[in-house]
C-alpha cells in the first residue's frame, strides 16, 4: 500500500515577509500534489485582527479547515500558541479515518509555544494495524530542541514495532543534531537515506538551511518526491517537503 506524504510550515497564510496573504493560492499548491496525509505547522486556528484585514480573502473557517475542504475529510488541529486576538498550531488533513489525535504540549518556555500533534490513522488495508504520525514544529534554541527530541522519542519509543511511524514537520534543526536521537529511535530520514542529507528548505526563495524533515520507521519502502520551486517559493518562508512511503 502506497502513501504519500507532504509535509509544511503554513507560515499562517502568508508569504514571506508577511507581504501577501496567500492561502488560497496555497490550497491550490497542496491540492496539486495529491498527498494522502498533509503535516502542517503554524496553522491559523483563529485571528481577528488579520481577518479584519483581510476580508476579502480571509476564510469564513478555521485555516486547516479551509485547505482540508472537501479533499481531506479527515483532520486535527493542536493548539499551541494562544494570545489575545487567536491561535495557531501544528495540522494533521488525512484522506482515511483519525482514530485518535492527541496534541503534546512540549514548550519550554512561555515565549516560545512548541507542540508535537500525535494522531493514529486507520489503514484502509483490511488490517488492524495503525499509522502513527507525527508532526513536529520544535524551538529555535538548541537546548530546547534537544529536550523536546527527547519527548519525541519516548512518543515513538511507545508505539508498538509493528506499526508504521511517520514523523515530519519543521524541526529548526539548522545545526544537524537531530539525526543522530532520531537514529537511536530508530527513525530514518527519507532524503537523506536517498541523497546522503536532508534538503534546504529555508528560506523558501533562497534555501539555504536543512530545517523541515520527513523521518519513517517500520514502513518498507519510502522514497523522497521533489516538488518544483514554483510556487512554492513564494507561497511561505519555508519550501514543503514531500515523501511516498509503501506500508
Known amino acids: 500500500m502506497a502513501l504519500r506524504i507532504l509535509t509544511l510550515n503554513t507560515h499562517k497564510g502568508f508569504s514571506h515577509f508577511n507581504w501577501k496573504f496567500l492561502l488560497p493560492e496555497l490550497r491550490d499548491a497542496v491540492r496539486a500534489v495529491s498527498a ?12 481577528e485582527m488579520l481577518a479584519s484585514r483581510h476580508r476579502e480573502t480571509w476564510p469564513e473557517s478555521s485555516h486547516y479547515e479551509f485547505l482540508a475542504d472537501s479533499i481531506w475529510p479527515h483532520h486535527a488541529y493542536g493548539k499551541n500558541a494562544v494570545y489575545p486576538k487567536g491561535h495557531h498550531g501544528n495540522a494533521l488533513m488525512s484522506q482515511f479515518p483519525i482514530s485518535s489525535s492527541r496534541n503534546i504540549d512540549v514548550s519550554i518556555t512561555k515565549a516560545e509555544s512548541r507542540g508535537l500533534l500525535y494522531c ?11 499509522l502513527h504520525a507525527f508532526c513536529v514544529h520544535l524551538g529555535l534554541l538548541e537546548n530546547h530542541r534537544q529536550r523536546q527530541l527527547a519527548w519525541l522519542c519516548e512518543q515513538v519509543k511507545a508505539v508498538p514495532d509493528a506499526e508504521p511511524v511517520v514523523v515530519a514537520g519543521d524541526f529548526n ?16 530520514d527519507v532524503f537523506e537515506a536517498k541523497y546522503g542529507g536532508p534538503p534546504k528548505t529555508f528560506p523558501a526563495r533562497f534555501p539555504m538551511l536543512r530545517l523541515d524533515r520527513i523521518y519513517v520507521r517500520g514502513v518498507r519502502e519510502h522514497h523522497p518526491v521533489k516538488l518544483p ?3 512554492w517559493s513564494r507561497l511561505s518562508d519555508h519550501a514543503p517537503l514531500a515523501a511516498e512511503i509503501v506500508l
Do not use: S, Y
Open 120 to 130: 493514529r490513522i486507520r489503514r484502509p488495508d483490511g488490517t488492524h494495524k495503525t
Open 173 to 188: 534543526d539548522w545545526r544537524g543534531k537531530a539525526h543522530k536521537v532520531m537514529k537511536d529511535c530508530g527513525l530514518t
Open 229 to 231: 520551486n514554483r510556487p
Open 36 to 47: 494522502d496525509i498533509v503535516f502542517m505547522q503554524e496553522v491559523l486556528g483563529a485571528h
